[in-house]
T-cell receptor, first 115, second 111 residues
């Protein structure tokens, strides 16, 4: 069974440029998460989707970050414009819906470097 | 707001030692707690999930215990191997399927 797929794995851009990350969750997982991981720290939740609905986006910097999950399967996270401080690893995770406390499974992440 | 602390932040041991990694959290109203492993430049691999009603969970050489009332979990690694070298992260799961991560313990097992 395929795990969580993310692309690209690495991205280098100049500041003020836009960037987008893509995630495809494990088949059958209705809940999708985007996390941000800074170097040497644990991941922090940016946004959580239940199917197409963003049910927790309180940590998403909405002035420059946006996300969508139009058909309730794969998802895109966008940054526009990127800033130097956005350099980090962006992780996508998924879990089964239907109850609290389901195990989360993570993708390999996208490492973003903003120059 | 949930806060998670992992001690020690780094650990270097010779091969064969038994290890204990500690995790403490401030909000005991959790559904479960997950332990993850992260290799350099890679994503997170789920090692163990221990439900709030459980006291411990085992997988191979790994054993996780949970004391929800005191806000503590430990990950025990038996007979450590160089391949166990990685960062280990704990994450309690609160309302809304929200994982809060600690800063991790960076483990180095020397041959």
């Amino acid at each position: 069974e395929a795990g969580v797929v993310q692309s690209p794995r690495y991205k280098i851009i100049e500041k003020k440029q836009p960037v987008a990350f893509w995630c495809n969750p494990i088949s059958g997982h209705n809940t999708l998460y985007w996390y941000l991981q800074n170097l040497g720290q644990g991941p922090e939740l940016l946004i959580r989707y239940e199917n197409e609905e963003a049910v927790d986006d309180s940590q998403l910097p909405k002035d420059r970050f946006s996300a969508e999950r139009l058909k309730g399967v794969d998802s895109t996270l966008k940054i526009q414009p990127a800033e130097l401080g956005d350099s980090a690893v962006y992780l996508c995770a998924s879990s089964l819906a239907g109850g609290p406390g389901n195990e989360q499974f993570f993708g390999p992440g996208t490492r973003l470097t903003v120059l | 707001k949930q806060e998670v602390t992992q001690i020690p932040a780094a650990l270097s041991v010779p091969e064969g030692e038994n290890l204990v990694l500690n995790c403490s959290f401030t909000d005991s109203a959790i559904y479960n707690l997950q332990w993850f492993r992260q290799d350099p430049g890679k994503g997170l691999t789920s090692l163990l999930l221990i439900q709030s009603s459980q006291r411990e969970q085992t997988s191979g050489r790994l054993n996780a215990s949970l004391d929800k009332s005191s806000g503590r979990s430990t990950l025990y690694i038996a007979a450590s191997q160089p391949g166990d070298s990685a960062t280990y992260l704990c994450a309690p799961n609160n309302a809304g399927n929200m994982l809060t991560f600690g800063g991790g313990t960076r483990l180095m097992v020397k041959p």
